[in-house]
């Protein structure tokens, strides 16, 4: 299987200021033949189910804000919130689909400072 | 506007067989990737399997011996069983789907079914 680590845990931002997390897979999700990154990203506020932000490691679904953008490429990725919002308040997740069993990182809590 | 919706028994005891079943509105099964995804206590999200247009079914190891996922064409759903059920296979079960591009990411949820395993 291929493990997804996220770090940190948790971050507690001050609103308007950036907040970073990172995820490293234990192999590459880097596909050859088309050049994307299988890797995912997953907002979950409490009490919801999870919403996707982000696919191919750096592209926005429709409807999520700017202010979400993605980066890395083989096995290592970045969230980044570039001016954290109230509603932002979430547990965030990278997820890898390059190969079954698709499988998750453990989760970063993003919380207000 | 596809929507998933899912029902199940909620509370099981220990050896017991876990079913739920995911209604999908909106949409046809034909085409997609159909996911079922378990949210642990903790919060971690594990894949449990997933079954495609062609009807057959990739489990996690995890689970491979205990697991089957079908399609019911006729009601346009698609189900989960595991057998077996222990307190560990306590969380939440969602059904899920990709779209388009993302066929093999979760766009769409069901609402989550919170199954307890204790005797």
């Given at each position: 299987?291929?493990?997804?680590?996220?770090?940190?845990?948790?971050?507690?931002?001050?609103?308007?200021?950036?907040?970073?997390?990172?995820?490293?897979s234990s192999q590459?999700?880097?596909?050859?033949?088309?050049?994307?990154?299988?890797?995912?990203?997953?907002?979950?506020?409490?009490?919801?189910?999870?919403?996707?932000?982000?696919?191919?490691?750096?592209?926005?679904?429709?409807?999520?804000?700017?202010?979400?953008?993605?980066?890395?490429?083989?096995?290592?990725?970045?969230?980044?919130?570039?001016?954290?919002?109230?509603?932002?308040?979430?547990?965030?997740?990278?997820?890898?689909?390059?190969?079954?069993?698709?499988?998750?990182?453990?989760?970063?809590?993003?919380?207000?400072? | 506007?596809?929507?998933?919706?899912?029902?199940?028994?909620?509370?099981?005891?220990?050896?017991?067989?876990?079913?739920?079943?995911?209604?999908?509105?909106?949409?046809?099964?034909?085409?997609?990737?159909?996911?079922?995804?378990?949210?642990?206590?903790?919060?971690?999200?594990?894949?449990?399997?997933?079954?495609?247009?062609?009807?057959?079914?990739?489990?996690?190891?995890?689970?491979?011996?205990?697991?089957?996922?079908?399609?019911?064409?006729?009601?346009?759903?698609?189900?989960l069983k595991l057998?077996?059920?222990?307190?560990?296979?306590?969380?939440?079960?969602?059904?899920?789907?990709?779209?388009?591009?993302?066929?093999?990411?979760?766009?769409?949820?069901?609402?989550?079914?919170?199954?307890?395993?204790?005797?």
């Amino acid at each position: 299987d291929i493990v997804m680590t996220q770090s940190p845990d948790s971050l507690a931002v001050s609103l308007g200021e950036r907040a970073t997390i990172h995820c490293k897979s234990s192999q590459s999700v880097l596909h050859s033949s088309n050049n994307k990154n299988y890797l995912g990203w997953y907002q979950q506020k409490p009490g919801q189910t999870p919403k996707l932000l982000i696919y191919w490691a750096s592209t926005r679904e429709s409807g999520v804000p700017d202010r979400f953008s993605g980066s890395g490429s083989g096995t290592d990725f970045t969230l980044t919130i570039s001016s954290l919002q109230a509603e932002d308040v979430a547990v965030y997740y990278c997820q890898q689909y390059y190969v079954t069993p698709r499988t998750f990182g453990q989760g970063t809590k993003v919380e207000i400072k | 506007q596809v929507q998933l919706q899912q029902w199940g028994a909620g509370l099981l005891k220990p050896s017991e067989t876990l079913s739920l079943t995911c209604a999908v509105y909106g949409g046809s099964l034909s085409g997609y990737y159909w996911t079922w995804i378990r949210q642990s206590p903790g919060g971690g999200l594990e894949w449990i399997g997933e079954i495609n247009h062609s009807e057959a079914p990739d489990y996690n190891p995890s689970f491979k011996s205990r697991v089957t996922i079908s399609f019911d064409k006729s009601k346009n759903h698609f189900s989960l069983k595991l057998i077996s059920v222990t307190a560990a296979d306590s969380g939440i079960y969602y059904c899920a789907r990709g779209e388009n591009l993302k066929q093999l990411l979760f766009v769409y949820w069901g609402q989550g079914t919170l199954v307890t395993v204790s005797s």
